[in-house]
């Protein structure tokens, strides 16, 4: 049995890019979801993983499948409906799942031959059995998967041509900040996988560098975060030689012991969620960890960043709070907390969110031609209706934003702090120059959006708004 499991590739933006920078090569990420499910599928399934972000194949010149799975994120939406269509007419079967498919199950239901939605440990065997039986339902529902269920990812499909390897060691996100969907999709419930399993795991990647998933890399509670000791020690123990990044919240900074730990185990970098200047911004997105009281942002990115690992703040534009200004206010105060990069991203109503809901109650979803507006859906573009910035004056706080954080003498200034307190300057200066050029590029990108949405995007919501964005109902599975 012959099975081809497929991330499609994202053609509007693609976070490749890699012929306009070699850095860029770094940003090239592992489809893990896709690596996961080779995981659960029994032997005698021969497996073919296609990444279309490196390249799209003639899929006709292929040999015939007897199944196909697509993955896909809400970006990636179309084109997993072209490749579907792709396979379907020549008589293969279509499965697709990910947090597409869950959160927009009536959509991806007219388009495919099966959907699964929820995480796939539980129903994939059932699934493949059902293919060789001739009698593959319309949708199965996996739910939220035991831990202990996930399976080491398949590292030996996909073994060439990456930079970067990925693992994930927990699901799931206690915090469910209103714009995101890690808790909607992978619940409230923190799981952690068995420490053995990981170390296993991480042994069995080939690249040196390494991004683990993880949303909340050490979690929030006092157990969880003795478990991540846990994890850093035995991953320090086995010397594995890897070195890698994540995703923390900001309390991955109140423990010395943790991040001497978390250091030895090989993290040179975390991705923090800042996500307002303000704490009205914070208090509108339900973002309650960086609100405790007493918090000194600053000297907790310090903290971070003595022990040689480097910290990207990621803030969000377009919050109701957010007015003239705000862009600048963000890069002086990412400026002011010390962060060596900064990702700024448009406030953007994924499905199955909170802000989803709220959104489209106000009729504020002004690109809401779904499916093909879904390409719009990287949160790099503005493609609703925010409260005090009009089309034109979003773009433009994003750029100001850009400009001042990634102006040449912020810059230097950055690179020489980091110089003088002995923390991996060049590594510093690779990756800002690297975000300095990709900035470059989206300002092209915002200029061609402008032209080709600008008037949607203008003008207030009409009737026809109103009835589209009514018809786009995504179920929310349960935390
Ligand atoms: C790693 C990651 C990335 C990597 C991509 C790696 C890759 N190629 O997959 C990078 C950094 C590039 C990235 C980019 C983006 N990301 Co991202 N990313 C993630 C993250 C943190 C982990 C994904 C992961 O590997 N999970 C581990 C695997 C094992 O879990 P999984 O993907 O859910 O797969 C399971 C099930 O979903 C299911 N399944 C999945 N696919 C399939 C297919 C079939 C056939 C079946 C049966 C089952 C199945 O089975 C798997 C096992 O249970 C998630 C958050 C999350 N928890 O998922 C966000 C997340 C997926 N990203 C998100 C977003 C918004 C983006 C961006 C659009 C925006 C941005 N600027 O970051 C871009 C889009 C890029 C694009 N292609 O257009 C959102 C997506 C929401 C949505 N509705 O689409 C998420 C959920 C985060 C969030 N805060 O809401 N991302
Ligand atoms: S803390 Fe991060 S992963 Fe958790 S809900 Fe908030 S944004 Fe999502």
Redesign the pocket.
Known sequence: MRLY?V?P??PL?S?VRVKESRWNRY?V??????M??AG?TPPEWDITIV?E?RGVPDYSAMPRPDLV????????ANRAYEVAACFRGLGVPV?????????CLDEVSERVDAV?T????G??AK?LEDVRQGRLQRR?D?GL?EIKD?PS?RHDLLAEGYAVG?I?TT?GCPLNCS????TA??GARYRQRAVADVVREFQTIRERYV?V???NLVGTRPDHIERAKDLFRALGQANLRKEWIA?ATINFADDEELLTLAAKAGCRGVFIGFESPTPEGLREIGKKFNLLKGRDFRASVRRIQRHNILVVGSFILGLDVDGPGTGKRIAEVASQYGVDNLNV?FL?P????RLWEEMKADHRLALNAFPEDWKY????FPVARYRHLSLDAIVAEMIACNRSFYSLSRILRRVAGSFWRRRAPLISLVGNLSYRRNFGVDCRAYEDFKRQQGDRLRRPPGLADVERAGRVTPPISKP
Not at 29 to 34: A, D, I, T, V
Not at 70 to 76: L, P, R
Not at 350 to 353: A, E, H, Q, S, Y
């Open positions: 499991l991330n590739s994202n933006v976070m940003r990420w592992k489809p893990l979801s896709l996961v499910l659960l990444d972000n799975g697509i993955t896909a994120f809400t970006s990636q499965v697709m799942g990910g947090i597409h498919a869950t959160v699964v929820g995480e796939a440990e129903v994939w699934v199965y996996g998967a996930v990812a990925a994930q699901r714009f995101c969907s890690v999709f992978n991004l998933v993880d949303d995703q991203l953007t994924l499905p199955g969110t859906y990287t949160l790099m």
